[in-house]
């Protein structure tokens, strides 16, 4: 596995690849790192459906709304690297920001998202949609990949990402992977080597209160009445919600009556970390 500190490092090889197999299908899973099982759920889908596998390990400062955030994200490289090396990805970019922000973090970059960013995450961490399209545009045009692949826990992100691809014509095609869960149901994230062994109990209210909510959407289609009795119901454990929205697949918008293409979102706090999840609802 090849490890590239630069993106003109980067673009060498990707150069040298496409010179000798035009038809070289590139796939690309963009991190952050503190890798786990479901960044390795990615990295074995782009296996499946692409000759040669990159990812990316970067902490992207422009996403985050909350400097303390940023500080304290886990940052594991080493780990990371041989984790991606045991599961047979090809190629990891770790670049400087520097590199990727040459002109600065605060330099202005304005996407219209249509409200896709006006809701749920977007109303909590302003900013932070910006950041990501950012730093995605930033590393598609880099990498140039075939295909991308990214987590339905982040639901937003992807819609985010799709719309981003879609709007600037890039050309790559998004592959959504499903959330890689603890035994016991709790979605894997980075975040959660941040919480003791009794908060990852704690934190199971989540998975409990979106399992109910797909229990709940066979028998009612009156959203207001199901959001009550999932907060009311998430409110017996002892996380501080954030946001519970049952929302739209397309538009992100709430829906009111309950139907096949909407989603139960929930974000959280377990102590000081925030957690989000989510579940579609069949309707
Ligand atoms: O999902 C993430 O880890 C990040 O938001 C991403 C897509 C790598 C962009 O920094």
Redo the contacts with the bound molecule.
């Keep these: 596995m090849q490890v590239f500190n630069t993106a003109a490092r980067l673009a060498d090889f990707i150069k040298q690849l496409k010179t000798e197999n035009t038809a070289v299908k590139i796939g690309f899973v ?3 790192g503190a890798l786990h099982e479901g960044h390795m759920k990615l990295i074995k889908q782009a296996k499946a459906n692409a000759d040669v596998v990159l990812a990316s390990i ?1 902490v ?1 400062p422009t ?1 985050f709304n909350d400097p303390k955030d940023l500080e304290r994200y886990p940052r594991t490289p080493q780990a990371d690297l041989d984790l991606l090396k045991q599961h047979g990805c090809d190629g990891v970019f770790m670049p400087a920001v520097a590199d990727i922000y040459p002109n600065g973090t605060a330099e202005n970059y304005v996407l219209d998202f249509q409200g896709l960013d006006r809701v749920m995450e977007g109303a909590f961490r302003p900013g932070h949609f910006n950041g ?1 399209a950012q ?2 545009e930033r590393f598609f045009r880099i990498v140039n990949p075939d295909l991308a692949f ?1 987590g339905r826990k ?1 639901f937003q ?1 992807v819609a985010i990402i799709k719309h981003l691809v879609r709007v600037k014509h890039l050309p790559v095609e998004i592959v959504v992977v499903d959330t890689a869960r603890s035994v016991d149901g709790l979605a894997l994230s980075s975040r959660n080597t941040l919480l003791s062994a009794d908060q990852k109990k704690d934190a199971l209210i989540i998975f409990k209160t979106l399992s109910k909510a797909v229990e709940l959407a066979r028998t009612e289609k009156d959203a207001k009445k199901v959001k009550e009795q999932l907060i009311s119901f998430f409110n017996t454990g002892s996380l501080r919600l954030e946001y519970l929205e049952i929302a739209d697949d397309s538009t992100l918008q709430p829906v009111d009556t309950l139907k096949a293409g909407c989603t139960c979102c929930i974000a959280a706090f377990c102590g000081t970390v925030r957690l989000i999840d989510n579940m579609p609802l069949n309707g």
Excluded: L
């Design positions: 963009p991190t952050m970067f992207n996403q990501v730093v995605v990214f982040d992100q």
